[in-house]
């Protein structure tokens, strides 16, 4: 269960106006039990990566990026904080091997999960024509 504070952290209006986290980040954070601050610390820099990503694509149009790896990478950042919530408010780097454990080995089982089936993905596209 979302606590209140944590919900507001996610969803309140705020001035200058800061644009959602994705959800699947939105999820995570719920249900690690983000610190509410935490939460809005990510909002803040996902905002502030959008709109990097939206300047640059725009001043650079050439430049290839992937921009929803750079506002997933904004909006999970920090998330080893959650283990360590007094770098919310002070100096500390103990979130950072926090965060690989509790984010990326989640996520390393989620993509053995996903390429387990790359082969049949492949062999679908394969079934159908270069040309129509």
Not at 37 to 65: I, K, M, N, S
């Amino acid at each position: 269960m979302t606590s209140d504070s944590l919900r507001r952290a996610l969803t309140a209006p705020a001035d200058p106006p800061l644009r959602p986290l994705p959800e699947q980040v939105v999820a995570l954070l719920e249900t690690l039990h983000a610190p509410p601050r935490l939460a809005a610390h990510l909002r803040a820099v996902h905002e502030v990566a959008a709109q990097l990503t939206d300047a640059v694509a725009v001043r650079f149009p050439q430049l290839p990026f992937d921009r929803e790896a750079v506002l997933f990478g904004a909006a999970t950042h920090d998330v080893g904080k959650v283990r360590h919530p007094e770098e919310l408010s002070g100096p500390g780097s103990a979130h950072e091997p926090a965060g690989y454990e509790s984010v990326f080995l989640d996520l390393d089982d989620i993509l053995d999960r996903i390429a387990a089936d790359a082969d049949l993905r492949l062999a679908f596209q394969a079934t159908h024509p270069v040309r129509g």
